[in-house]
Structures are given as C-alpha cells and as structure tokens.
C-alpha cells in the first residue's frame, strides 16, 4: 500500500493504494444517506475497521453531496501502510471526492465532510481550500490528543474561521462512539505518529 510512481508519457503519475478490505467496504455502502447520523456511523465504523486492519491509525471520513445525499467518497487514514503524513482519513477522502467530481475544488458540488474527528492543523488548511461546504466532526480535538497524537496548533475559534468562510460546522457530533474508538486504538498500543 505505498505510493508506486510510474513515468508517463504526460510526466510521472503518483498513486497509493487503497486496502481490500476498505474497497469492499465501500462498495457495501448504500448509494445515499438519508441522515447525518447514517453517514457518521459509516466514517466511525470506517475508523474501527481501519484499527483491526493495520492500516493507518483510527480516523474516517465520508463526502456526502449536501442536496442529494449520494456517497460521494469515503476515505481512511493511511498513513503507516502508505508510509506517508498527508494521507489522513479526510485528505483522502477529499482527494477521492475530488477525483469523483471531476474537479479540484467540491464548492459547486455542495459536499459534507463527516470525520470520525475534528481536523488536525493540516486538515484544517485543506477543508476550505478543498471546497467544502459543510464538516460534522464526531470526536473533539481533546479526545485525538489524549491518544497521544499531536494534532498541531490550531487557532480556538476555528469553527468561527469556517463560518467566515461560509463552511458549516457541526461539532460533537457522536462523539462518545468515535471517542470509543480512539480509546480502543490507544489500549490496543496503536501506533501513534
């Protein structure tokens, strides 16, 4: 599950790998979510499977498109098995969802990010750059960093900088579920990177 790079006619194409057990995964979920909590239940339990996997530490994500409710993406964190720090559950997310939509921004689009956590300092940039137009977080940023990540340095009032921004935020969101998970990676000895 590394990135392989391979020379192209057009330059070098870069990849990663997404595991089997997450392309199933995927595949299994309906095509729609008729609720937030159908869409959060689906980026924890991406989380939780992400654990038993191996694959990258406790964190999922879920793009949803805000007006019709169709799955655009899910992603999870892949950062030990790709062997790389950007690829945080909601940065592949994004970079999948982007790729669905045919475009380097989801503003048109409308999508809802729903993370299992509240973005660290990278995410955080990325969120609006990405086109965003709405982030459910389940767990807070206190739950990640009692697990022992460092979630960088974040300005306090960043749902307020969303906002500016014209990005909903919705915080706490089943949070006592995706802080579960967190728990349960940190006594399982996860790695913490």
């Not at 993406?73 to 790709?82: R, Y």
């Not at 977080?137 to 960043?158: F, I, M, N, S």
Request: proline fraction near 4%; include cysteine; charged fraction near 25%.
């Amino acid at each position: 599950m590394e990135y392989t790079a391979e020379n192209t006619k057009r330059g070098m194409k870069l990849e990663f790998e997404l595991p089997l057990w997450f392309t199933e995964w995927e595949a299994a979920l309906p095509a729609a979510f008729d609720t937030d909590g159908d869409a959060m239940r689906a980026a924890i339990e991406a989380s939780a499977i992400n654990i038993k996997e191996k694959c990258g530490g406790p964190f999922g994500a879920v793009a949803v498109d805000s007006t019709t409710r169709k799955v655009v993406a899910a992603g999870v964190n892949l950062v030990i098995s790709a062997k790389s720090s950007m690829l945080h559950a909601e940065i592949v997310c994004i970079m999948r969802a982007q790729k669905a939509v045919g475009s380097h921004t989801l503003k048109p689009a409308k999508v809802t990010l729903y993370s299992s956590s509240e973005p660290c300092a990278m995410c955080m940039g990325a969120i609006p750059w990405s086109g965003i137009s709405r982030i459910v977080c389940a767990a807070r940023d206190e739950d990640v960093r009692a697990t022992g990540y460092d979630e960088g340095r974040k300005p306090a009032d960043w749902p307020a900088a969303y906002s500016a921004r014209g990005i909903e935020v919705t915080r706490d969101f089943m949070r006592d579920d995706a802080a579960a998970v967190l728990k349960n990676y940190a006594a399982l000895g996860g790695v913490v990177y």
